[in-house]
């Protein structure tokens, strides 16, 4: 019984945080046991802009460690937000904000999208990044994608 509830807390923590969507997912190696590696597509639509939606692709490994969500995903990320609709801001916005969050491991690392916004330009900037688990060194992955506020 205790293993059980073990196991489902572990799968708990690394389950997406705040995937809204899932578009799809594309196998990129076979795995004999346990689900393949796969790139998937989520789709994210931020919180304080109507309008707005990001779609980010990451990998996520699979095998035995993947499909119990113990793994740790690679670092392999893009992203491209998109005015899906007339974009409002619902509020004021701060220069900096972390907008999403979804575990890429048990413990240690996560992806994240900060959103900054471009004042002058009227553009808001769309930034993924990783934190890094314990022990690896390196640098955070990025990448960056814009989307302009008045559809310019």
């Given at each position: 019984m205790k293993m059980t509830w073990i196991v489902a807390a572990l799968l708990t923590m690394a389950a997406p945080a705040f995937a809204q969507n899932r578009v799809g997912a594309v196998d990129t190696t076979f795995r004999?046991?346990?689900?393949?590696?796969?790139?998937?597509?989520?789709?994210?639509?931020?919180?304080?802009?109507?309008?707005?939606?990001c779609y980010m692709s990451r990998a996520e490994t699979g095998g035995v460690k993947g499909s119990l969500g113990l793994a740790t995903d690679p670092n392999r990320f893009s992203i491209a937000c998109r005015a899906t609709g007339p974009v409002k801001?619902?509020?004021?916005?701060?220069?900096?904000?972390?907008?999403?969050?979804?575990?890429?491991?048990?413990f240690f690392k996560e992806v994240r999208v900060t959103r900054l916004y471009d004042q002058d330009k009227?553009?808001?900037?769309?930034?993924v990044w990783?934190?890094?688990?314990?022990?690896?060194?390196?640098?955070?992955?990025?990448?960056?994608?814009?989307?302009?506020?008045?559809?310019?």
């Open positions: 004999l046991v346990g689900r393949n590696d796969r790139v998937v597509v989520d789709r994210y639509d931020d919180p304080k802009v109507s309008g707005v939606s801001l619902i509020g004021k916005l701060p220069d900096k904000e972390e907008v999403f969050g979804e575990k890429a491991s048990v009227q553009v808001l900037v769309y930034l990783s934190t890094i688990s314990l022990g690896t060194g390196g640098s955070a992955f990025n990448s960056v994608t814009a989307v302009p506020i008045n559809g310019n």
